[in-house]
């Protein structure tokens, strides 16, 4: 029987941070997991190196589910995103290994596809209108059939999501990485926000119709009835989803918000258990799960949690931005295309110094994505590129209030 003998923490940092878990068995079979928390990398890499590396080594890399026990239930101490994260690293890293062991890719483990591709949606973004009309075409362009609307609104500056630049590929400056020892400073005005909003959508509709699917996060930034206030506004322009309107850990505070507008919604991004769902899955209180298979303690329990949601109809949304590394964005996809209740995923294409370092297999044509049909993951790490990339500490901004410069969710 073969063991795990190595388990090695990569960081790297090819225009944005990542760190990557990297199990080796005894038979000389790799497997990657994704391990990165954005703004707060090196503490899972710390988690990984001096608590889990040491206590894997000798285990049966065959045995996916018990390892996730063993480190969820042996860990003690439970949940929070540096325990989820590293738990998921592990838990991918056996997955890619299970699926070269038994020369299939990993949704062939997960039951098959269920669908020839995942719909993605691509991040549109402009201070003003005409920016972000140039955007959308730039989007449409590269072939997405779905849209994410992010703005600027009037009297504030700099707002996080939305690009300065609109050449094609351009996106906002946090992504790829806010370098430096302290994060940025923003400012926000709920108000205006809640006003501006519509006006851009319905501008948008105008503009390019009522097909295409559009999508809007509202990154937590709103009260219940706030939130609820946007949610109706938005009704009439037919949104695929509105996203974290509310900080989803006061689960309760959605019931407010359902109950008062019919504006699909999305959350989940920052969570990471099941537990964090539970009466947004048991009441309906929400459209969309949206979960990362490298934040929610990996494939085992991102599976488990969907079939969870699916008894509810509840479907997947998987958050799948650029700090995601291409080893979990890679995980997400197997889970899409097998998962019967698929919604939609997030993609943002990685820079090209992330893709030199981690090869990947995965496609995205026509709109959708596809992972690809090599063995396990189909991700391939670069190690001496990676060293050439040295970390750096870097962050999202932090948000505070124009009036008064109170800190604020964002
Ligand atoms: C999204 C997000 C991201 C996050 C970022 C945090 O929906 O893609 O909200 O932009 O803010 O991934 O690390
Ligand atoms: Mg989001």
Redesign the pocket.
Known sequence: MATIERAEVLVTSPGRNFVTLRITTSDGVTGLGDATL??RELSVAAYLREHVAPILVGLDPQRIEDTWQYLYRGAYWRRGPVTMAAIAAVDVALWDIKGKVAGMPVYQLLGGQSRRGALAYG?ASGSDLPSLFQSIRNHLDEGFKAI?VQTGVPGLGQV??VATDQKPGAR?D??PAGRGVAPAEEAWDTRSYLRHIPTIFAAVREEFGYDLPLLH?G?HRMTPNQAAILGKSLEPYDLFWL??CTPGENQEGLRRVRSQTTTPLAIG?VFNTVFDYQTLITEQLIDYV?SAVTHTGGITALKKLMDFAAVYQIKSGF??????SPVGQAAALHLDVSLPNFGIQ?Y?KHSDDTLRVFRTGYTFEDGLLHPGDAPGLGVEYDDELGATFEYSPAY?PVNRLQLDGSMHDW
């Open positions: 954005n703004g991040h994410r996080y999501g906002y946090y992504e996060d990154h996203e974290d991004e949206r958050h799948g931005p650029t700090d995601v997030e943002m999202l």
